[in-house]
């Protein structure tokens, strides 16, 4: 079967830094996008690994184990604008985004 | 690049209508277009596949007679609900993919509120 597994809530504040930790089960593996989802907003690419190991970009970073089925992304230097939903959406060898629930992040001052 | 627009933003309309939301991609060609449908709090549901110049598959539970997808050229997709209800209200979003094969990205649109009243 298909299963995501990520924290519901997070809570952080502004200027830290926070890890989303993610396991996944999939039917095949075609990479693993982390997306932002604002409330009441479409969701925003963040990143995509395909292959073991850490991809930076900026504040954000994202790791990937396949043998483990395990993602997180890392968010640095926090700010209160990175409160939003956090989507940890693999790929199976449909094609298809799997989307969960989510992590929902809340920045504190 | 890769931006992918919706339209209507947000619509609302009266029980028995039907209701057409388009998704457009700008500066690309999108070979496949994705619809989902978000309800508050929850996780995004794929609605359908839509390829260009075939028909869409629709996952398993969607009516396809009540949610025609057409997917007419490789820059829109629309997705109408037809004899609309209040449990069709809901946040439908579209997504494009411009490239054939597996794991590409989906480029999302703003999405659109649709409130049936």
């Known amino acids: 079967g298909q299963n995501i597994d990520q924290p519901t809530e997070m809570t952080a504040t502004e200027g830290a830094i926070v890890q989303i930790n993610c396991t996944y089960q999939?039917?095949?593996?075609?990479?693993l996008f982390w997306y932002q989802q604002h409330a009441g907003e479409a969701p925003t690419f963040l990143s995509y690994?395909?292959?073991?190991g850490l991809e930076e970009k900026g504040r954000f970073s994202s790791f990937l184990s396949r043998s483990k089925g395990y993602s997180y992304l890392l968010l640095k230097e926090l700010q209160m604008k990175d409160s939003a939903s956090y989507l940890c959406t693999p790929v199976g060898n449909t094609g298809k985004l799997i989307f969960g629930q989510g992590t929902t992040l809340q920045v504190k001052p | 690049g890769a931006v992918v627009s919706q339209h209507p933003s947000w619509v609302i309309c009266k029980s028995g209508t039907s209701v057409k939301i388009e998704c457009r991609s700008l500066d690309f060609q999108a070979t496949t277009m994705f619809w989902y449908r978000q309800f508050p709090k929850q996780s995004l549901m794929l609605m359908a596949t839509s390829n260009e110049g075939s028909k869409a598959t629709y996952e398993q539970g969607v009516e396809k007679d009540k949610f025609l997808i057409n997917h007419a050229s490789l820059t829109l997709s629309t997705l109408t609900v037809t004899s609309a209800h209040p449990e069709d209200s809901s946040f439908y979003i579209c997504?494009?993919?411009?490239?054939?094969?597996?794991?590409?990205?989906?480029?999302f649109g703003p999405g659109t509120r649709l409130t049936v009243t």
């Open positions: 997504s494009a993919d411009g490239l054939a094969g597996v794991g590409n990205e989906q480029y």
């Open positions: 999939t039917s095949g593996f075609n990479g």
């Open positions: 690994n395909v292959l073991d």
